[in-house]
Each structure stands twice: as C-alpha cells, then as structure tokens.
C-alpha cells in the first residue's frame, strides 16, 4: 500500500505511517503465540488458566471435529456464548478449517436468534449449558439449515476445587436436560485429534467473521469481514499503541509475551471486543481475563473490580458506561486499580468528565477510537499519550487508512476541513460487503478519486489540526451503552402485539446509557393495555438492552403526508422537554 500521509502536526512520534505485516488468516495470531510462548499464559476465567499452547491445542481438535462434520470451506458455523474460555477455541477452530465465524449476542431472544441463524444459513451452533441459553438455541434452530448443536459446560474450566464444589452444590449452570441428539463439547475434544487437513485461506479474499449490524438503517445485516480486515487492525493498533513500559523508559509498542494482561469486559461476539480484546491480546502474547458478565455483584460491577485487584490487567478495551460505572462505583476506593496503564474507549462519545474523573481515579490514560462493526471496527484513534491526544475527539486514521467528510446529500463531494457532512473511510478495515444483500451495498461504497469509500452513516469534521470529531448520526440509530438498537426492529417487533396500531422508537437521553429506548405507542381502538402489560412483551421478545426504557402511549403519532411516521418530530419534542 502507498504511504498515506494524514495532514497534522500531532502525528505521534515512532507512529509509522504504513502497516503492510498483515497478510496473513486470523489463526496465525494464536498459531505464532503458542510457538513462541507455548507455556505462557493465555485465558484466565475463575482461577483457572490456559496456556496458549493449550487453546491451540482445543482449536485443532475443534478443526478436526468440524471438518469430520462435513464443514467445508466457507460454511458458516454460530457461537451463542458469553465471555468464557471456549470462545477463542472454537473461533479459532472455525478459522482454522476455513468456515466462517457467525457471532451471535447470547442474550438474543430464540426469535432474534432465529432470525440470524436462518439468515446466516449457519450449519452448526455452540451454545453454553445454561437453563436459559440452552433453552433458547433448542427453540431457534428450528427452521434453520443448523445440523448439529454443541453444548459448552464451564465445569472442566474451574479450578478442581471450584467444580467439586459447585458441582456439590449445584451452582454450575447447566440446563435441566440436554436433547439426545446433541453433542457435548468436552466429550469432542477428547474424542478428536489435533491433527486436520490444512485448508488453503486467502487472507483479502476469504470471510473469517460475520457480524450482524443493521448498518446505518434497517433490519440486521450480516458484514462480511476477511481475515486481513481483523488482522490489519490488530497491527494498525499495534503500529499505533505507544504505551508506558519498563521504569524509566520512553514509551513504546505493547511488550510481548505476558507483559500485558487484558481485561476482558467487552462480549467477544461484538467487533470492538473480538478485535480489540481477545485478537489484539493473542497477537501479543498477554494474558485475558474471561468475564461472562461484567455487572455482576451487588452493587452492579462489583465482580470486576475484585477480578482487576486480584488479577492486575494492564489493558482495558471498554465503552463509555463502563468507565461510568468504574469512576462512580460507591466502593471504588476500596480497590486497587493502579496496574491498568491504557484504556481504549469506543462504542459510543465519551463524556470528558467522565474521562478525567477515571484517570483521576485509577491513574490510566484513556484514549478515544472510532469505528464501526463494518469496519471490523477501528477506523481512528487518539494517540496514547497525554500530550498530544484531544479529549472529545476520535483522533487520527489507524496508519494506511483514509477518512473524507463527504457531503450529507449523496456521499459524493468531498467537503474541506471544518465542515460537517458524513464520514467516509477507505482502508484493508472494511468489510467485503453485506451477506446476500447487494442492494445495501450499492447504498453505502462510493468511488471516490479512484478508491472505494465506505459511507459511515456518522456526521464529523476535520478540525485544523487534522483532529476527527463525531458530531451527530445521519440516521435514527439509538447506542445503548455501545450497542447499536435500531427503531425499525423494535417498531417492527411491537407491531406483532395484536393490540398495536401504530409504534414509533427514538432515543433519549440516559445518564446511565448514553441513550435508551423509548416507544410511543397508539393502540388499536378499542384496545386497551397498561405499561407493564407492553413491557412484559418486551422483555418475552427483545434483547435486555433494545427494550423500550420508557413508553408513551398516544392517541395519535405524527406521520407524514405519505404515511411515514415522523421520529424526527418525536425525537425534537423529547429534546425540548429535557430542556424545560
């Protein structure tokens, strides 16, 4: 790739420009990790680690079973599973064959789940043994082209002590009862052979991962990202993470081989935490800390703020909220969090307040990123110093990426620097494209001066400096707490309420969030139903963070002279409430 020389002063010192080292399939991470430091640690989940050379060890045997399976070369295969230390097994197990990884959010609802698994046309599902989860993966392969479900108990992954006990007390999850036809996954490692036929992978070419977004609009896509979209990012953060080290010496690139320990609060099955937790810490060489859910404890949070105490992580991608819930946590003081040195944030604006009150507290450097699941997903960064870095801002494109603010109208003039109009990124990041829907496409690539520019859907500017800015969103999506929610899909979920004429979602403001969800609703005449009565509808049918934190129901809803229901009339009406 030709050096792309991004215009700023700021650029940071010993940043190349370039990353070009990353024409390679995503397995090589964990393949190089367990040849170079084959006992070092890898996964630690309750007490309980694998080394690297043990994770690669599982993932053969996965390659193995799947391929005597009949999964071939680009056959999709699900994971329905939280943070535990299967996930990077079997994802690097899928790889490894040359199947495609379709990650699925483990609080879906089994229509939700369906949803994606029929779409996707995934052959196999790994889901984790759990009165719920289980549960609901019975329910949504049904009607789906899945052949073989594999059921993930954490038992074998506790220290021995840990399971004799909670197996004596009946505190580890597993579901009533297990289908006959369905597969358990220890019982297929120790049955299967690390040995599998090698499958030829073109990095550029070939899908590692799908990932569900609904774009800038719309009902859940599946993006299409190769193996050099994940890798070049992984060394784009690379390339650009200048961090504190050794005492005494000038910050420089993340040490390898156990240095670095990361705390894995971001679910694995969102790009932002596949990306910029679980690849960028087997790349290294760090430890991972495996946390299923990160609120856990009373008050919420508290679990992990004992697990950064007892195991020191260095490094903690995370959203907005959970810094949040870090930096206001009534018993902060009584942990210590001094051994985090950096901190990614994204998903979602970072409040500056809430910025300086946690590097108050903790003494870590946060710096803000950008991106997007299409963009698998880092697009920018600030740099990793106090110095240069812009509270506020996005920062500068990862080396080898080109970002243009380009007019709101069609995507087609590019505007100079100061104005605001939708951003466009070119660069190895972006996806191949939305699986099966070629109309999609057409909506969001752009030639642009002979290279094809994703359009974002973001509003931002270029300040002087060449620092990037977000502005607003050109479209109705609401981010709950770093997770896209999309009005369409929740409006069209209320609408299968018999009792429901008319319904329309917008985003408010959330102190807790960032935004939540709000419906207003016009019920059918003649009909009649209460809040609770639609919010336990909610809760059947949506996952935790998409249902309706507020609902309003309306005699009428403004619409447009063609019928259209006006959310930006709704949405300026909450504002000016807010306000009074």
């Known amino acids: 790739m030709n050096e792309i020389i991004w215009e700023t002063p700021f650029w940071p010192k010993n940043v190349s420009r370039t990353v070009t080292d990353y024409h390679f399939p995503v397995f090589k991470f964990l393949d190089d990790a367990a040849q170079n430091y084959p006992d070092n640690v890898f996964t630690i989940f309750n007490g309980a680690t694998k080394t690297f050379a043990q994770v690669k060890d599982t993932a053969d ?13 680009g056959d999709k295969v699900a994971i329905f599973l939280p943070n535990l230390p299967q996930f990077p097994e079997i994802l690097f197990g899928i790889l490894k064959i040359g199947a495609v990884c379709v990650n ?7 229509t939700e789940l369906n949803y994606q698994l029929k779409d996707s046309e995934s052959k196999m599902v790994f889901c984790m043994d759990h009165p719920g989860f289980y549960k609901n993966t019975v329910d949504a392969v049904k009607n789906t082209q899945v052949e073989t479900v594999v059921v993930c108990n954490i038992k074998s992954y506790l220290p021995k ?18 289908d006959p036809g369905h597969l358990m996954f220890d019982d297929i490692v120790v049955a299967s052979s690390p040995d599998f036929p090698p499958v030829e992978i073109n990095p550029a070419e070939d899908t590692a991962v799908m990932l569900y977004t609904g774009g800038t609009t719309g009902v859940p896509k599946g993006a299409e990202l190769s193996h050099t979209n994940f890798t070049y990012n992984v060394m784009g953060l690379y390339e650009t993470g200048l961090f504190d080290q050794e005492d005494g010496k000038e910050p420089g690139k ?10 894995g609060v971001l679910p694995w099955y969102h790009s932002f935490g596949i990306t910029c937790a679980l690849l960028f810490s087997v790349m290294s060489a760090s430890k991972l800390i495996c946390i299923p859910d990160p609120r856990a404890g009373k008050p919420s949070f508290t679990q992990v703020l004992k697990m950064v105490q007892q195991y ?8 907005p909220t959970i810094f949040v819930a870090f930096a206001n946590h009534l018993h902060l003081h009584r942990y210590d969090l001094s051994s985090l040195v950096a901190c990614f944030s994204g998903g979602a604006p970072l409040p500056p307040e809430v910025c300086r009150q946690f590097e108050k507290k903790t ?13 698998s997903p880092v697009v920018t960064s600030n740099p990793t110093n106090r110095k240069t870095r812009k509270i506020g801002s996005i920062g500068f494109p990862l080396p080898g990426t080109m970002v243009k603010i380009m007019d709101l ?10 104005e605001d109009g939708e951003i466009a990124v070119c660069g190895p990041q972006v996806m191949k494209g939305y699986w099966k829907r ?17 359009l974002t859907g973001d509003i931002g500017r270029i300040d002087a400096d060449g620092y990037i800015t977000i502005t607003d969103r050109k479209k109705d999506m609401i981010i709950v707490g770093g997770f896209n929610v999309y009005p369409r899909e929740i409006e069209d979920i209320l609408y299968t309420n018999v009792k429901v004429e008319l319904a329309a979602v917008v985003g408010v403001a959330d102190e807790k969030s960032g935004e939540s969800v709000k419906a207003f609703i016009k019920l059918k005449e003649g009909q009649n139903a209460t809040l609770e009565e639609i919010k336990e509808f909610c809760r059947k049918n949506m996952a935790g963070y998409k249902r309706p934190k507020q609902i309003e129901f309306r005699d009428e809803i403004p619409i447009s002279n063609v019928g259209k229901v006006l959310r930006r009339v709704l949405r300026e009406e909450e504002s000016g409430a807010d306000k009074c």
């Open 438 to 454: 070629s109309d999609a496409n057409e909506e969001v690539f752009r030639q642009i001066e002979g290279d094809l520019y994703f």
């Open 61 to 73: 045997r996965i390659a193995n079973f799947l391929g005597g399976k009949g999964i071939k070369k």
């Open 409 to 418: 109208e069609n995507g087609t003039r590019e505007l100079p620097r100061g």
């Open 363 to 375: 003494g870590a450097i946060i710096f803000e990123g950008y991106g997007l699941t299409e963009t």
């Open 161 to 178: 002590f840990k399971a004799f006990l909670g197996g004596l007390l009946g505190k580890i999850p597993r579901a009533d009862k297990h």
């Open 104 to 110: 699925c959010n483990p609080v879906y609802t089994v």
């Open 254 to 263: 993340m040490i390898q081989g156990g240095y670095h320990t990361f705390l």
């Open 312 to 319: 020191k992580p260095t490094i903690m991608p995370a959203v």
